[in-house]
């Protein structure tokens, strides 16, 4: 059996590094990353024989990534680390027709201009996480409008469209599923043709042989693995991964607020944090396997704590700080493990980052802040207590504290100079229960 071997750069130096398409596969698999595979023992041989060019298409519907898109992002880097050169197709042209795919009903068309910015936003996102370099192994970020764009309708469907069959376009789930129920667009309908049109692209330009995605993708991707085979008589391979969900049957990625979003101006740092700080303990252990690349006797150890002391949460804030670290880097990840224990109290609230606070204040429920206002007042507008009487006897009990000081006085008032940086005034009941008071 062939191993592709390659050079790495260390501290160290250059070492040479060797990772079977066996034990990659294996790896995924593990880290349960595999949801659908074309033919798996002939992609392990194109693996061992590589490089590998691969590719992942993410559209842009929105201003940024989220965190459903990190899963296959860090996929992507995990081909990479073995040895493949990865591309991060950022879809232009494919972004403004909508995907069909895991939609009831049909897509709200952006703007060209829109779509524009969103695709400038997406592609700078995409770049920390890969490796970019001059090597057989450094990365690609590619846009499908610029081979998209200077084609015609005439040639699009004359070229590419012919080797399309209507029967089994109708037959994919993403487009059946909408003929059942609202109907589609032949905008929509045409998604297919135009990202196997991009695969079929990327194999001339770059021999890129494998597109991976979330199994939602399946169809779409088959097809441009068909196209390839009919256009130039090449092979390719596909691999999908299992869309990311939680245990109790929520919405992954999903808070009250909104979509947790990798982009810092939408969800800042310390939201991110407190997501995966959150997460279910049923999750835990299966979100370290996706998010992060700890070993397998690492997440063994985690597993260890977690289930003989689920109380200290170490899995939990591992994959919080593993993550925030990733998305935001080492010293944002920092300063809001500071702000976390100085909200509750393991800190000075004065001393800590200013913006990384303000952020995190942001994010807990609050009410706007008057001069004068009663303390029981805020306690309840804000949604700590269910009452004003509940409030008062929270203070009655010694469970209320204002800027990490308990309070006992039912007649305490808020003033100005009790806003921490200028910018809001914190509440805790109890421990564990946060709430703010926004200037």
């Known amino acids: 059996m062939?191993?592709?071997?390659?050079?790495?750069?260390?501290?160290?130096?250059?070492?040479?590094?060797?990772?079977?398409?066996?034990e990659l596969i294996d790896d995924l698999e593990w880290r349960g990353l595999i949801a659908q595979t074309t033919d798996r023992n002939e992609l392990i041989k194109a693996l061992d024989n590589g490089p590998v060019t691969l590719y992942i298409g993410f559209d842009p519907t929105a201003a940024s990534l989220h965190i459903g898109s990190l899963a296959v992002l860090l996929a992507l880097k995990r081909f990479q680390l073995a040895g493949h050169r990865p591309i991060a197709l950022v879809g232009g042209a494919t972004g403004l027709v909508g995907d069909p795919s895991g939609?009831?009903?049909?897509?709200?068309?952006?703007?060209?201009?829109?779509?524009a910015q969103y695709v400038a936003r997406i592609r700078k996102q995409v770049e920390p996480y890969l490796d970019f370099n001059d090597s057989?192994?450094?990365?690609?970020?590619?846009?499908?409008?610029?081979?998209?764009?200077?084609?015609?309708?005439?040639?699009?469907?004359?070229d590419i469209g012919k080797h399309f069959s209507v029967?089994?376009?109708?037959?994919?789930?993403?487009?059946?599923?909408?003929?059942?129920?609202?109907?589609?667009?032949?905008?929509?309908?045409?998604?297919?043709?135009?990202?196997?049109?991009?695969f079929l692209e990327l194999y001339r330009r770059h021999r890129c042989t494998l597109q991976i995605?979330?199994?939602?993708?399946?169809?779409?991707?088959?097809?441009?693995?068909?196209?390839?085979?009919?256009?130039?008589?090449?092979?390719?391979?596909?691999?999908?991964?299992?869309?990311?969900?939680?245990?109790?049957?929520?919405k992954f990625g999903k808070t009250a607020s909104g979509t947790v979003w990798l982009d810092s101006e939408l969800t800042s740092a310390y939201a991110l944090y407190q997501y995966w700080l959150g997460v279910d303990d049923r999750d835990v252990i299966s979100y370290i396997k996706i998010f992060t690349f700890a070993t397998r006797d690492e997440v063994a150890v985690l597993e260890k704590e977690l289930s003989e002391n689920p109380?200290?949460?170490?899995?939990?804030?591992?994959?919080?700080?593993?993550?925030?670290?990733?998305?935001?880097?080492?010293?944002?990840?920092r300063k809001v493990e500071e702000v976390s224990k100085a909200l509750f109290g393991q800190g000075d609230l004065g001393a800590v980052d200013g913006a990384t606070l303000a952020a995190a204040a942001a994010n807990l429920p609050n009410t706007p802040f008057t001069e004068g206002m009663l303390a029981l007042d805020a306690f309840a507008l804000s949604g700590l207590c269910d009452s004003k009487s509940a409030a008062r006897r929270l203070i009655k009990e010694g469970g209320a504290y204002l800027n990490n000081e308990r309070i006992s006085d039912e007649g305490a008032i808020l003033n100005k100079s009790q806003l921490i940086k200028g910018n809001f005034i914190l509440l805790r009941k109890g421990k564990r229960e946060l709430a703010a008071v926004l200037a």
């Open 136 to 158: 057989p192994t450094g990365a690609l970020v590619v846009n499908n409008l610029e081979w998209t764009e200077p084609l015609s309708a005439i040639a699009l469907l004359r």
């Open 311 to 333: 109380g200290a949460r170490n899995a939990a804030r591992f994959l919080a700080q593993d993550v925030t670290a990733r998305v935001h880097g080492s010293d944002a990840m």
């Open 103 to 115: 939609k009831s009903e049909e897509r709200t068309l952006n703007d060209e201009k829109v779509v």
């Open 167 to 198: 029967n089994q376009m109708l037959a994919k789930d993403s487009v059946s599923s909408r003929l059942n129920a609202n109907g589609i667009s032949y905008t929509e309908f045409s998604y297919q043709v135009l990202q196997g049109f991009d």
């Open 213 to 250: 995605g979330g199994s939602d993708q399946w169809g779409n991707i088959i097809a441009g693995l068909d196209l390839i085979r009919k256009v130039e008589q090449g092979s390719a391979h596909c691999l999908t991964i299992p869309l990311v969900t939680k245990s109790d049957g929520t």
């Open 2 to 22: 062939g191993r592709w071997r390659f050079k790495k750069s260390t501290d160290q130096g250059s070492q040479e590094i060797v990772v079977t398409g066996q």
